[in-house]
């Protein structure tokens, strides 16, 4: 028999929080399907669970916005079971989404971000802060006319205006992986915490890691305070300077240092997408989720264009520092593109004569690091500076190199007659076929899998247990694997002309999942009768814990085990995942007869 609550049909359940269940229902007055969220019983009966519920349901319902999860109904205050009615969401949250899907470029995270900061936009503008922004209160929206990102779960928002105002006390609410630093402090948060948090999440969709990953949440929310955040760029090389320092900006220790209100940053991201040839971010966003294979297929001959063109009118403009960026972004998709080597040689021929030099004595390579110390620009990125050079080098043109023998006067023979011509020299391209050196074979098996291999920071495989690549003999590349439950694998290799076959195995380190406990705070928690701590301290910061000990590394289930002196204890099997996030309801714990 189908549950109702009022009028709606509990159809089946399609989540779970520590807070609330969420059922796909059905109004019975209206005939549409909808989304009901229900509040753990055990909670309903605490006023301050209840004023939590109360508030998501105010807060949302003040919003519009095609961004922001519409609110349809509520159960009211004095209701005996608290429920929330919103629209259904066809598709999955943002975290199953890069797990399963993945973005490919971090010009996608720009997009998913530009939409989420539109959202921001409008709440901020209402009087309404998120406080809770991450990829698990992200809907995707897959199917219907508008495809996009939408914001849910305005569970702890805070109302700013009237006197609506309230605090959460005695816990830390909120995520510490994208926990703004203030609120980790204690001290108020405002829009600039939406900010900052966003600025995680864009930081996690460009280089599939999170900015303050640690061990333990102690220490990731040490390193929030601290500001300890890895330089993007060094996690994937497609990562612009322009990108980097937003992200910098954005993920600010001061608020007064981060972008100021939402619509500046959606500005900000509006800029970096032009620069991209993405002009239109709606309609990219919506065209990527309609084929993500597809998209990100066609992508990278796209933003080459775009980058190109940007470099160009930085070029005219006599920006020549922004021109380099630019064009550094194009061979970091396109490596080897002809134009962009094009402007590279004139630039270099311009520096160099500049300074009185003749080409005909220097090797390209030598000439570009001239040139780029000459206008005051530093490659952005080794590993891309090297490929570009190479390139250039191997497509530098006749203008620019000194005579070939053949075309040089030939001293005159006795009697005055002319030298026999010398045979005209091989095709330069030919010749670089025949000298160049074997490429060298690198074979990487995955466990459990990659969901995204990188080689010198372009895509190369994903979904694959054994992945094989070639390397270049004498140059240095730079391999990442990549896996949602795993710490990132990179190793860098240089291997030598005449290598042989290389094999790694690249057992991937599984992350802590974190785990939450609903309930008592002074009931102890136990996990393989290991205590962990007090559902209290859980609350406060969750519990770092990993898998089982069994046949996989990555998932397992353990014994969770809850309880209080003089009171029958609870249990339960509890599936841990590496990198999940566990949040246990656990029921009252009724006393020892």
């Known amino acids: 028999m189908i549950r ?23 109004d019975t007055a209206l005939r549409r399907e909808v989304a009901v969220k229900l509040l753990h019983p055990h909670l309903a009966a605490r006023s301050e669970s209840r004023a939590r519920f109360s508030r998501e349901a105010r807060a949302v319902a003040r919003l519009s916005h095609p961004g922001i999860v519409e609110i349809f109904d509520y159960s009211g205050d004095g209701a005996l079971e608290s429920w929330l009615v919103t629209e259904f969401v066809h598709g999955r ?21 530009r939409a989420l900061a539109d959202a921001l936009a409008h709440a901020h503008a209402a009087g ?6 991450k990829p698990e209160n992200v809907l995707v929206c897959e199917a219907g006319p508008r495809r996009t990102v939408k914001l849910a779960d305005f569970g702890i928002a805070r109302l700013l205006a009237g006197d609506e105002r309230m605090t959460m006390t005695g816990a830390l609410v909120g995520s510490p992986n994208h926990m703004a630093p203030e609120i980790v402090e204690g001290r108020e948060a405002d829009a600039r915490s939406d900010l900052f948090s966003l600025g995680t999440l864009l930081y996690w969709m460009a280089t599939g890691a999170l900015p303050f990953a640690a061990p333990n949440p102690t220490a990731v929310l040490r390193r929030v305070i601290e500001g300890d955040q890895q330089d993007p760029r060094e996690l994937s090389p497609l990562v612009s300077a322009p990108l980097a320092a937003l992200l910098g900006r954005t993920l600010a220790r001061d608020p007064e240092a981060r972008p100021q209100t939402a619509a500046g940053l959606r500005a900000e991201l509006d800029g970096l997408l032009a620069q991209a040839g993405l002009g239109e971010p709606p309609e990219e966003l919506a065209a990527f989720l309609a084929d993500p294979g597809a998209y990100k297929a066609a992508l990278p001959a796209r933003l080459a264009a775009g980058y190109r063109t940007a470099g160009e009118a930085a070029l005219a403009a006599g920006d020549r520092a922004g021109a380099l960026s630019a ?3 194009v061979l970091a998709v396109a490596p080897g593109d002809p134009a962009v080597l094009a402007h590279l040689a004139r630039l270099t021929r311009g ?7 003749t080409l005909a004595t220097a090797g390209l390579l030598l000439v570009c690091s001239v040139a780029a110390a000459a206008i005051g620009v530093r490659s952005i990125r080794e590993e891309r500076r090297r490929r570009a050079d190479a ?6 043109p006749a203008a620019l190199l000194p005579a070939p023998p053949a075309a040089r006067s030939a001293p005159a023979q006795a009697g005055g007659a002319p030298a026999p011509a010398a045979p005209p020299p091989e095709p330069e391209s030919a010749t670089a076929r025949r000298s160049a050196p074997r490429p060298v074979e690198l074979s990487l098996q995955v466990r459990p899998y990659a969901q995204r ?32 439950c795993c710490f990132p694998f990179v190793k860098d290799l240089e291997p030598a002309p005449g290598s042989p076959r290389i094999e790694l195995r690249v057992p991937l380190e599984p992350r802590p999942a974190s785990l939450r406990v609903e309930g008592d705070p002074a009931a102890r928690v136990f996990l393989d009768g290991r205590l962990l701590g007090t559902a209290g301290e859980s609350q406060r910061a969750p519990f770092a814990v990993l898998p089982p000990a069994g046949e996989s590394p990555y998932e397992g289930v353990a014994q969770l085990r809850i309880e209080r002196d003089g009171r029958e204890p609870w249990r339960t099997a509890l599936k841990i995942r590496a ?7 656990a029921p009252a714990l009724e006393p020892t007869p």
Do not use: C, W
Not at 391 to 396: F, K, L, P, W
């Open 4 to 26: 109702k609550v009022d009028r709606y049909e509990l159809l089946e359940q399609v989540g779970s929080g520590g807070m609330a269940a969420v059922y796909r229902g059905r």
């Open 93 to 113: 949250t943002l975290r199953a989404f890069s797990d399963e899907v993945g973005f490919g470029f971090p010009e996608v995270g720009l997009l998913v971000a």
């Open 128 to 133: 309404v802060i998120h406080r809770d922004l």
């Open 327 to 329: 064009f550094d972004q």
């Open 351 to 357: 520096a160099r004569l500049r300074r009185g030099a």
């Open 391 to 396: 390139a250039v080098s191997a497509r530098r």
């Open 453 to 484: 291999a990188l080689l010198d920071g372009v895509e190369v495989a994903q979904g694959a247990q054994r992945i094989t690549l070639q390397l270049s003999p004498g140059q240095r590349h730079r391999v990442q694997v990549d896996h949602a």
């Open 579 to 585: 990198a999940g996030e566990i949040s246990v309801a």
